[in-house]
């Protein structure tokens, strides 16, 4: 059941195949970097919301590559991001997980451009380190993304493979 961006991402190398060889190194790596953001995500909640943030969004990501490697065979190449959310989009036909999955990008996006422009004029990011108020923020920001975004949609990606703990 390949759609047609998967058959167009296959043929342009955007994504491949995983390889018997290849494939559990890589299922033991991703099922370790999931599980390594999620902890992350928990253990820096208070002191460090972004990062938070940015560390929850990665463990939905990653738990995503694994599911899409473990149940297909699908390793994302190029574009990771926007590729994997894609491919899930034509995978999957839970729109809760889309949404979760969307959502966790969009997040991320935010929070690198904050950090991007940061560099050049003063932003959120800048003024965050500066005061309560943006600390303040952020924590809530965080622990509403943790709770409500990130935890369930590992929950539900775990809970459509037997495999994942």
């Not at 043929?11 to 953001?37: C, D, G, H």
């Amino acid at each position: 059941m390949v759609k047609s961006k998967i058959k167009y991402y296959l043929k342009s190398r955007k994504i491949s195949k995983v390889n018997e060889i290849q494939k559990q190194i890589y299922l033991n790596f991703l099922s370790v970097t999931y599980k390594e953001n999620l902890s992350l995500s928990k253990s820096c909640l208070k002191k460090f919301p972004r990062w938070s943030i940015i560390s929850g969004y990665y463990a939905m990501h990653d738990i995503s590559k694994l599911f899409l490697a473990d149940k297909f065979d699908l390793k994302i190449n190029f574009n990771v991001h926007k590729i994997t959310i894609e491919v899930f989009e034509e995978l999957i036909q839970d729109k809760e997980i889309i949404k979760m999955l969307n959502k966790g990008y969009e997040e991320l996006k935010e929070m690198m451009q904050d950090l991007i422009e940061a560099k050049d004029k003063r932003t959120k990011a800048q003024y965050y380190t500066g005061t309560k108020f943006m600390k303040d923020k952020y924590k809530k920001e965080a622990d509403y993304f943790l709770e409500k975004i990130v935890i369930p949609f590992i929950e539900k990606i775990r809970s459509l493979n037997d495999n994942f703990d």
